[in-house]
């Protein structure tokens, strides 16, 4: 999972909205990060913080009718208004927002953080939540066996400065997942900030990487079939068919990444058995699913969005 995702939202009015699930604004600070580009009618894959969302969109909006989404990049926030990032602030910046642009019910997809978001806003607004998709967004808890080395590791690339070809160099990685140059230059772009020297920053910083992971583990704490225990509202869970290739000296994380997606899928499989409003579905991609095959996630998201009741 990424450190940062975004979360998609389309309501029954004909308006999406779209919100990177980075650190929470209040709803006035929000009001002056929006802006409107088309989107299909019905809900589209969203990636992480990573991801180029616009191109994501033209990809799918042969499908439906076109809508107006509102985008809010919450890592804009003001320096007099940065509360610390917890899924309850996030949440209620979602509602906080979608009162502000009058959409009363949403069907809400996220991937990877933005997924957990997904699930967490559905779960605190019945009322106002269609259905929720969540795209491969699960996470191990702090007593995981190999979770503490993988944070360590996560943590160590947050915030860090890094050269000014590394831009160049995503764009040569992602080729071999088939990720498109425009798109993966976009993507790594939007994952860093641009400093004066024409080095980047990369993002989350650690303050927040922390303050993320921190309630990630509090989420996850005793596995995916707690978290999911409640959960009474149509769901859809994607879960990446195939792991992310390590990088040399990183085999580790690769046998870490493959246990733990096993065990995921198990505990998937066992929820279904007697949870009707819940449905998985495995996609033959990695974790960057809404980049590799964007298509075939659109399809799925609008198949399942269709299918629901009323």
Known sequence: MHAASALGIVGERPVGALIDSGR???CGAASRHFSSVPVPASPIPLSGIRTPLFKLHRKCARRARRRSLIRCSTYCVPPAVKPPWTIPAVVRHIADTLD????PEAVVVGHSLGGVVAVEYA???PGRARAAVN????WWGREYPGADRVSEGLLASAGTIAPPEC?????????????????AA???RAAARPLPDGTWQTLPERAEALEIF???NRIFALGVTPWLDEVDFPLLLVQAGRQLPPAPGMEWFGEFSARFAQGVSEELATLTRTRPTITVNRIDATHLMNMETPEAVATLVAGFVRGLPG
Do not use: C, M, Q, Y
């Not at 831009?167 to 798109?183: L, Q, T, Y």
């Open 123 to 125: 779960r605190a607004n």
């Open 214 to 216: 921190d309630e990630l």
């Open 24 to 26: 929470p604004t209040s």
């Open 100 to 103: 502000a642009h009058g959409v």
């Open 186 to 188: 976009a993507t790594a």
């Open 167 to 183: 831009i160049e160099e995503k764009v040569v990685n992602s080729a071999r997942f088939g990720i498109p140059a425009d798109r």
């Open 135 to 138: 795209l491969d967004g699960f």
